[in-house]
């Protein structure tokens, strides 16, 4: 069957966080309206992927979950392909990441409103969406110490589960009481002010992950409809070229909620589908993009590459994407002074593991592959540094507002570089600040084809300034005496102090991180919004694509700036924002 078409009034493009929200808000509150919510990969609700404690087992077993793209050689990462993992299907990346839960901090928020010129932004309004969106568990036991969870600042009627690991250790206390004279407390690091070691607050509730199709998608609206393993391949416009119809999907094999199609029409060779009132992309900071320049929207030097004839010329697309470099330091624990680990490295110990998981969604894959700590912190010597000066003074007073952390450290987490018999702690350390822009692009015209991902990792100087500072203060704090005591070893870092060795074991411990599939993916700023006349502005404040109607984008793709944090929540944010701009329209 070929040719097949009907419309909708509002068609989203994408599951993800924001996809999610948008369209689920839209259908709640837009009664007479019907809205169809387009995903490009499947369900996502096989039981055993739901665990939050065993990622790596749902990338080995379940490749159905991830987009599964790389980026270009990086120049500054010794000529190497990275993975560049995007969730896929139902849930979108929430489906695939570790659960971390962080807001960032409300410089981040006071930056996004001034960049756009939108008071909708800023801390105190984006604090009510987030709260409206959340049901925090209260934290017990070991938690009441160290943690401080207050009503003004957290949810407790919204469709996302948000809390703390199931289980507190007391080998985590022993760990935030050694450091607690030299690092200060933080008893709640989504208060807006994140800097500080606080408990990490996570996406997970009672052993099982929250994602956004869980959270969003499982009781949806009448006048929803969700349809899966549906790629769209192009936005489809008027005869003009001005205005956003539709979009053309391909491979439709699959549907779920109350979708008013029949399935001999989404088991056609391609559908078209109308939108009445708008086209939405959510498909994330590469595949939105992506999207676009296969439309004929986007940079026309780019388009002309490919012989795809211009909608409209905006520059700005694909351009400016962002993302968060990390890379992790090993130490090799003394024997009986660490347990978490233990199970990892026994096959027959982690089968067990996931057994009891299946069983009772309890043991080690719902307590312990959840970080414990995060810290987010600032450097004096990075905003001393030759680097830092010559920055301009309006960059440099953007990473020195009071709230904003220059690198993040979460420890306690897995790795696989240390073998039994020996036990280990893991440190993730993560650069916050970066000047560097890369971008996406195609590799071709065909829709089937992967983007062309080039990130540009520690292409800026300052970027390589903030990496070499970061692992060095990391080092210091592992240094730090209590914890010096109980281990034998640096199992993996650098051999020395030097800004030489450093910059070095930058480079070489992504060889590590991409073999296991590590990595930050929080890649967003690829449709930027801004405003109007700003040359790189590719939204507006509204999340309308510039120069042309019923077309926007809402993910994080439009992110001016990168945020100091996961961007799992922000997304959720986007979402919502989106959602209630256009409500607001029919009110």
Known sequence: ??????????????????????????????????????????????????????????????????????????????????????????????????????????????????DVGDDTWTWNQALERMKELETFGKPEGGYKHYVEISDSVHGSNGPLHVGLPNVWDEEFGKYLNTLGPDYALNPDHNSGDPLGMAVC??????????????????????????????????????????????????????????????????????VSVYARKEVILSAGALDSPKLLLLSGVGPRSELEKHAIPTIRDIPGIGKNLQDHLWLELVTVQKANRHHRTSYINSPTALEEARAEWMKKKSGPLAD???????????????????????????????????????????????????????????????????????????????????PKIDPKFLDHPFDRRVAIDSVRKT?????????????????????????????????????????????????????????????????????????????RVVDMSVAPLLPSAHTQAIAYLVGAIAADKIIAQHT
């Open 1 to 114: 069957m070929e040719g097949a078409t009907t419309s909708y009034d509002y068609v989203v493009v994408g599951a993800g966080p924001s996809g999610s929200v948008l369209a689920t808000r839209l259908a709640r509150s837009l009664k007479d309206f019907q809205i169809l919510l387009v995903e490009a990969g499947g369900e996502n609700a096989d039981p055993e992927h739901q665990s939050y404690g065993d990622r790596h087992w749902t990338f080995a077993t379940a490749p159905g979950y991830d987009w599964g793209y790389k980026t270009v050689p990086q120049e500054h990462l010794q000529g190497r392909e990275i993975g560049y993992s995007r969730g896929k299907g139902l849930g979108g990346s929430t489906a695939i990441n570790f659960c971390v839960f962080t807001r960032g901090p409300k410089a981040d928020y006071e930056q996004w409103a001034h």
């Open 201 to 270: 607050q996570v996406s997970a509730l009672d052993g099982c992950r929250t994602t956004a199709s869980k959270a969003l998608l499982s009781d949806p609206p009448a006048n929803l409809s969700v349809v899966t393993r549906s790629a769209v391949e192009k936005i489809l416009f008027d005869e003009n070229g001005q205005r956003a119809v539709g979009v053309k999907t391909s491979q439709g094999k699959s549907w779920i909620s109350r979708c008013l199609l029949p399935l001999e029409l989404f088991s056609a060779d391609q």
């Open 368 to 450: 312990y592959f959840l970080p414990q700590m995060i810290a987010y912190l600032q450097s004096g010597s990075l905003v001393k540094s030759k680097e830092f000066q010559d920055l301009d003074q309006e960059t440099q007073s953007m990473y020195q507002a009071e709230t904003r952390p220059h690198y993040e450290l979460i420890s306690h987490i897995p790795t696989f570089s240390i073998q039994a018999p020996e036990k280990y702690l893991g440190t993730a350390v993560a650069f916050m600040s970066r000047q560097a822009s890369g971008e996406v692009t195609l590799q071709s015209s065909a829709p089937g084809d992967a």
């Open 475 to 551: 080092l210091e704090f592992l240094d730090t005496p209590g914890l010096a005591v109980d281990r034998e070893k640096i199992g993996s870092g650098p051999k020395d102090r030097s800004d030489e060795e450093i910059l070095a074991s930058v480079l070489q411990m992504f060889r590590y991180i991409e073999a296991t599939g590590i990595s930050m993916w929080h890649m967003c700023g690829t449709v930027k919004m801004g405003k109007l006349e700003k040359p790189d502005t590719c939204v507006d404040k509204d999340f309308r694509v510039v120069g042309l109607q019923g077309l």
